[in-house]
C-alpha cells in the first residue's frame, strides 16, 4: 500500500481539485463524503486528513461536523474554508458571520514561524461567508488578511492546522508548496505514487483478480479504454481478447492509430470489427441529437454482444472507469440534475451483461491515467488526446450523418488540430490569470448552405463551424482567443482543401449558455 492521505469532502465545488494537487504531489490520497463510515476511510490507513471547503455555516441545524475518529487518530489535520471553521467550532473556538462575503484574491502575511506556510507575504484565493473570530485552546494565528486578522491558524503540537483560503486553485500560487509541506513534511507521506508504482500495484491487483480467466475489452478509440486495455494487456498477455468496433465515427486516423498502438506495438490480441457500414444504415434520417446518441448506444452494444458470444463469453470485462466517475456517482445530488445530453459511454457496459468488471482506471484522476498510459508504451499523441464525446464525429455532423458528410468534417477537423499543433495551442496552460491554449478545439459541419464566390464561379455549400474553449473541468468553459492570423490561416484551408465547404464561422459563445459541443 502506497502512503495516503484522506481528505474529506464538506461539499466543496473545489474537493476533487484537492485530491489532484495531493497527487500532484506523488502521494496517494482518497476523497470520501464526510459521514462516511470511519472504517473505510481508516481502512486507507491515512498519514493524515484533510478537510475540505463547503457550502454550510457551521450554525446552520444539521451543518456537517468534524467525525469524532479524526480527532481522536493522533493524526495531522489540515482544515481548508469550512473545513478550518468546523475544526475550530468543535476544539472550543468561535466561528462568526464575517461582515462582508470575501470572495477573490487577498494577500496573507505569515505571522508567526510554522512548518505550513512559506514566510512572507502570500497571494491567495479566498471565498467564505463564516469567518474565524477567536482560535481553539492550543491553537495560534498564522496569517492575517486586511479582511481575514485570523486567516490561518495552528497547533503545532497536535499537527493541527487550518486555513481560510483555498490552497487547491491556481490563483493561489504558492498553494502546492503549502500543500506539500502538510503532505510531506508535516504527515511525513512518502511521495510513491508514481506511473512505476501504479502499474506494479495494478498489475498484481490484475493477476490476483482474473486468475487463468480469460478476459475481453471493449475499446474506443479513447483515451481511458485505451489505457485499460494496455495495462491489463500487460498483466495478463494473452488471456486479453480486446474488440476494437470502427464505428466510422473517429476523427481522420485515428481507428488506424489504435490498432497500431494496441496490436503491434503491445501485442495485444485485437478483433476489430468494420462496423462503419451498419452505423450509417442505422443513422440514416437521424437528425435528432438525443436519438443519434441511442442509435449509435444501441447498435455498439448490439455488436459488442455478438463479438462476446463468438468469444465464448468471457467472464471478466475491462472498463475504463476513472477516478472522477467514481467519486461524482457517490455525490448525493447527481439523479436531481436536468439531463441536458445522455453522455452515455459509448463502448461502455451493456447493461444487461454479466460481467464482473476488471477497472485498473478506477483511482487514478486524467492526468494520472495519461502518464501510466505513457509508461506502458502507448504514444504521446493518443494518451495526451484531447477529450472526445462517446458517440464521435456523428454529434459534430449536425444534420444528418452520412459517409459524404463525414468525410468533410473530418477533413476539416484535421486542418484545424494540425494548425493549432504547429502553433504550440492544441495542450492548455494555466497561466496565474488566464488559461492559454485549449482543452478542446475541433469542427462542427453545419446543415446549412450559404452562397460563395470561388473564382467567378457562383457557389451554394455547407458551413464549417470551428469550436475551441478553454476550460479545466469541462463544466464551464469560455471560447479560446485564438489569433486572428492563425484563424484566417485556418478558414482559408478549410474552404481550398474541403471540397463542399465554402464559408467557416468561429463560436464565440462561453459554457453556459452554450455547450461545448453543439448536439
Ligand atoms: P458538453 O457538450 O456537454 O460537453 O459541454 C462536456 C464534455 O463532455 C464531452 N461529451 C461527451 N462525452 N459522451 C461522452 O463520453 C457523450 O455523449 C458526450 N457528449 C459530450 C464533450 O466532448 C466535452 O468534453
Redesign the pocket.
Known sequence: MPDAIAILDFGSQYAQLIARRVRELQVYCELFPWDTPSERVLALDPKGFILSGGPASVYTPDSPFIPVYILGSNLPVLGICYGMQALTHTLGGKVAPSARREYGPAQVRSVAPNPLLPEGELAVWMSHGDRIESCPTGFTVLASSQNSPIAAIGDLERRYFGLQFHPEVHHTPQGGEILRRFVVDICQARQDWTAESIIAQSLQRICQQVGPEPVLSAVSGGVDSSVATAMVQRAVGEQLVAVFIDTGLLRLGEAAQVQVALQDALGAELVVVDAVDQFMQALKGVTDPEQK?RVIGERFIRIFEQQARQLGQPRYLVQGTIYPDVVESSAPDRSKAQR???????GGLPPDMQFELVEPLRYLFKDEVRRVGEALGLPHELVWRQ?????GLA?RCLGEVTPARLDKLRLADAILTSELHSAGLLHMQVGEDELYGTA?AFAVLLPVRSVGVMGDQRTYQEAVALRAVTTQD?MTADWARLPHELLAKIANRIVNEVPGVNRVVYDITS?PPA???WE
Open positions: 446518441r441536458i445530453k445522455s453522455h452515455h459511454n459509448v477529450p472526445f464525446p462517446g458517440p454529434v478542446q469541462f459554457k455547450t461545448i459541443e
